[in-house]
């Protein structure tokens, strides 16, 4: 069997949504407000040992927000961060497809309650209240976010890291999660086109037969973290067969329009934006400073601009809510009408 044409799997998914998709919000945010201690290297991976309902409980929050897309909580679960813990390799290739699994059970009981009719739990939650085309994407985060060390938010790796080592510390992840029942990969929070590239090939050697979406950081609204241009970026991705959409995640909304118009010149794949609410991670003391973010009303205000450049998916990352995720669904359905 021949490996399929992903490239227009998002642009199909849009269609059947009107155009536009509301991706989730922030998780680890979330989850602590749920009474989740995340005070660990492994983060809200963390979570899928102790406390997988949190999770599953967060990711029906995001659905009944609104949206047309959840994330795995396996952006930070890496075979080796879990072997490090003292979980095994077949323990933790467990997890990860579990962590599929929650997203697909959150989605189940939407679902269902959308088809009953029922929303007991939600007290405002009616509004949202449908049955809606909903995809589980599956989070890889980038090696950075494995080191824990705050690199994912600099790109800098050293000499010591190469494409191949890149390659060899996703390869076994990317394998298991493409055969976790997720309806897609979602490389989240690329910091550099070395990791880009590394993605690509990954793909493409291990035929690698879901539809993946490539989605960097940038704290300039030129270029990614690590330095290298968002063109040059948006271009790798852009080459790779399995790579349905294209974005930018994890920066501050005020950046956005930039790198928009960047990833625009090089691809016509959908554009994915989901920016964290604009305040800074502290990688050494790991913790988010607070006071250089921009308001809910600021985030949305955003909306419609992005939407104008050529954006269809729009969510939100690190410190946003399913208060925001209301917000731009809010948005996002008043624009689909139109289509
Ligand atoms: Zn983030």
């Not at 080459?239 to 920066?251: A, D, F, L, R, Y």
């Not at 939407?307 to 689909?336: Q, W, Y």
Request: proline share 3%; with cysteine; aromatic share 8%.
């Amino acid at each position: 069997m021949g490996l399929k044409i992903w490239s227009t799997f998002l642009a199909d998914f849009l269609r059947q949504c009107g155009g536009y998709a509301v991706i989730d919000g922030g998780l680890a945010t979330e989850l602590e407000r749920h009474g989740a201690d995340l005070n660990d290297p492994l983060w809200s991976a963390k979570c899928l040992v102790s406390s997988p309902h949190l999770i599953r409980r967060v990711h029906l929050d995001y659905l009944e927000a609104g949206a047309n897309i959840i994330i795995s909580s396996s952006y930070q679960a890496t075979l080796q961060g879990f072997e490090e813990k003292g979980i095994s390799r077949e323990e933790g290739e467990a997890l990860l497809k579990r962590s599929v699994e929650i997203a697909r059970e959150a989605r189940n009981i939407y679902n269902d309650r959308a088809a009953k009719g029922s929303w007991d739990d939600f007290a405002d939650g009616l509004s949202n209240l449908k049955c809606r085309p909903v995809l589980v994407a599956a989070s890889v985060g980038s090696y950075g976010a494995y080191l824990a060390d705050g690199s994912e938010y600099s790109g800098i790796y050293g000499d010591a890291i190469s494409v191949k080592t890149l390659k060899d510390f996703h390869r076994r992840r990317v394998q298991v999660l493409a055969n976790s029942g997720a309806d897609l990969i979602a490389f989240e929070t690329t910091p550099n086109k070395m990791e880009a590239q590394a993605y690509a090939e990954l793909l493409e050697e291990e035929a690698i037969n879901i539809p993946a979406w490539f989605s960097f950081s940038s704290k300039d609204g030129t270029n990614v973290v690590g330095g290298d241009s968002m063109l040059e970026c948006a271009s790798i991705a852009d080459s790779c067969k399995q790579v349905t959409g294209i974005g930018i995640n994890c920066t501050p909304p005020r950046y956005i329009q930039g790198l928009i118009q960047s990833i625009r010149k090089v691809t016509s794949k959908p554009i994915i934006v989901y920016p964290n609410s604009g305040e800074t991670y502290d990688g050494e003391k790991k913790e988010w400073v607070a006071s250089t973010g921009v308001a809910e009303e600021d985030f949305v205000s955003y909306v419609d601009k992005w939407c104008e450049a050529g954006v269809s998916l729009i969510g939100g990352c690190c410190r946003t809510t399913p208060k925001t995720i209301r917000a731009i669904s809010k948005v996002l359905s008043s624009r689909s009408h139109r289509v």
